[in-house]
């Protein structure tokens, strides 16, 4: 199960538990209160026979006023449950029976647990509940999701051939014209492609993070070169204040890179500038483009703010960010530009 899967399951499970356990709770309070009412009523039909017999465990008896007093009403106070009855041949006192505080007590916190351990027994069931409910509304889901992973493989099996070919016959073709143009807008081209293959490869399958020392300064570096050529209309800057060198997975790093100097670069202005920056525990990619109206969106899995594209490329580097300890935030203004900084201070290393 993917991340976005189990984050999927993990937000449905919560939420149907959640409706389930307040209902619950609601009908668990209803009951409660219910059987402590009819508790009352019959803790008064004691009452009632015991003016009778006078013949009553648990109740105290005395004589009260009967002007201060109202005859067959049950009270609760903090003596306990008691009511007046009347009292054969007497004008002045009715008879008071009172079920001690002590035994009253006993009694709501036997029915309260009774209560208790039914509602922990309802609520684990509920549990059970809230997870199977979660993964049969999911399946259908996964099912899309399993189709359109399995046709995005087929393309990229299919990429292949084409790809080698291409790759074959121009590496021929710098041999006799090393200084032709169009081989080289053409090298430009195919390197794209390669990298929108890489991305597919990456979106769909889990990557090793076995590490090694990277000196990231110098990768940044190397990077900004390759997209130079690539985005030859485009001005890149490097600056490194700091070493950077940092033990971590090289071939993700430059996935990394590729995908956001490429982003950079390509949804930037007519002459625009990409600037890669190195300081302590720090790399920055700012561009002049035009800007992400909503950073949180784009993160998201096929989702774009551009007419061409995807929307792949940043949930990748969200991904490899993540799987490599890597902490990324995006600052963007519409129409001035975005600034990317990925945060390697949790990694080891130097710098």
């Known amino acids: 199960m993917n991340s976005y899967e189990k984050e999927s399951l993990f937000k449905n499970f919560i939420i149907f538990f959640l409706l389930l356990e307040a209902f619950l709770i609601i009908l668990f309070f209803e009951f409660y209160h219910s059987s402590l009412k009819d508790y009352k009523q019959q803790r008064y039909k004691d009452m009632e026979v015991c003016s009778y017999t006078l013949k009553c465990k648990k109740y105290a008896i005395d004589f009260a006023n009967k002007k201060s007093s109202t005859l067959y009403k049950l009270y609760d106070a903090n003596e306990g449950l008691y009511a007046f009855f009347r009292l054969p041949k007497s004008k002045k006192f009715h ?109 769909l399958h889990s990557s090793t993070t076995q590490s090694t020392l990277v000196d990231v300064a110098l990768l940044g570096k190397e990077r900004l070169l390759f997209m130079e050529n690539i985005y030859p209309g485009i001005n890149f800057v490097y600056e490194k204040k700091e070493k950077l060198l940092k033990l971590s997975n090289k071939d993700l790093l430059i996935r990394i890179l590729d995908n956001l100097l490429s982003n950079a670069a390509k949804y930037n ?3 625009g500038e990409v600037k890669l920056t190195i300081s302590k525990n720090f790399l920055t990619i700012s561009d002049t483009g035009k800007g992400i109206k909503d950073v949180r969106k784009v993160l998201e899995r096929y989702q774009t703010e551009q007419e061409r594209g995807v929307g792949i490329g940043l949930h990748v580097v969200k991904k490899l960010t993540y799987e490599l300890g890597i902490m990324m935030r995006i600052e963007s203004e519409l129409n001035v530009g975005t600034e990317v900084i990925l945060n390697f201070g949790k990694l080891e290393g130097d710098g």
């Open 95 to 203: 008879l008071k029976l009172l079920y001690l505080n002590k035994y009253y007590k006993e009694d709501k916190k036997a029915l309260f647990f009774e209560f208790f351990w039914k509602f922990v027994g309802a609520t684990f069931f509920l549990l059970l509940v809230a997870f199977f409910l979660t993964l049969y509304s999911l399946k259908p889901i996964r099912k899309a999701l399993k189709i359109n992973d399995e046709f995005i493989k087929d393309i990229l099996h299919d990429f292949n051939t084409p790809i080698t070919s291409m790759v074959l016959n121009i590496a021929m073709l710098e041999e006799k014209e090393a200084k032709n143009p169009f081989i080289k807008r053409v090298q430009q081209g195919l390197d794209t492609i390669v990298l929108l293959q890489n991305n597919l490869k990456g979106f």
């Open 269 to 271: 202005k007519i002459n």
